[in-house]
């Protein structure tokens, strides 16, 4: 009924979390509930691919730290834990409606908020990295 699943607009509050998943009508709850363990399953692990890919390619690619290589490594396995966290939370308080898990709605937006900023490092940190090296390599060498 063109309600915003979690992902789009996260929710702060186990009250405001709730009221959410009111508003959606019994056939929305399984749909979303489904979408949880399919689609939303299918697609992080492809971008986590891709993601992982990326920092491996510029790990190899460029002389960095360890702790920046470590950095780059972690921030897409990290990322796609917390995804698969925030679905199991949205799945397990869908399957439990009625029924209320406060504290576990209470988080779901911190854990959503928390996946987008370690996706965004994701993404940009090695792109940003490799970015500077290729310009870098084009600069005129100073002596």
């Known amino acids: 009924n063109g309600l915003e699943i979690f ?4 929710s702060y509050t186990s009250h405001e979390v709730y009221s959410r998943i009111n508003a959606f009508p019994e056939n929305g709850r399984i ?5 949880t363990y399919t689609i939303d399953v299918l697609f992080p692990i492809t971008l986590f691919t891709f993601l992982f890919l990326l920092s491996r ?4 690619r460029i002389a960095i730290t360890k ?3 470590i950095v780059l490594i972690a921030s897409p396995i990290i990322w796609i834990s917390l995804d698969f966290i925030e679905n199991a939370i949205i799945f397990i308080l869908l399957d439990i409606f009625p029924e209320k898990n406060v504290p576990l709605a209470g988080c ?3 854990v959503t908020i928390t996946k987008f900023s370690f996706l965004l490092v994701s993404l940009l940190g090695p792109t940003v990295l490799i970015v ?3 310009l870098s390599k084009r ?3 100073s002596h």
Do not use: E, V
């Not at 390619?57 to 190899?60: K, Y």
């Open 7 to 10: 992902d789009k607009r996260p």
């Open 31 to 35: 749909l979303y509930k489904q979408f």
């Open 57 to 60: 390619f510029t790990i190899r």
């Open 67 to 69: 702790t920046l290589r």
């Open 108 to 110: 779901l937006g911190y």
């Open 132 to 134: 500077i090296y290729n």
């Open 139 to 141: 600069l005129p060498a």
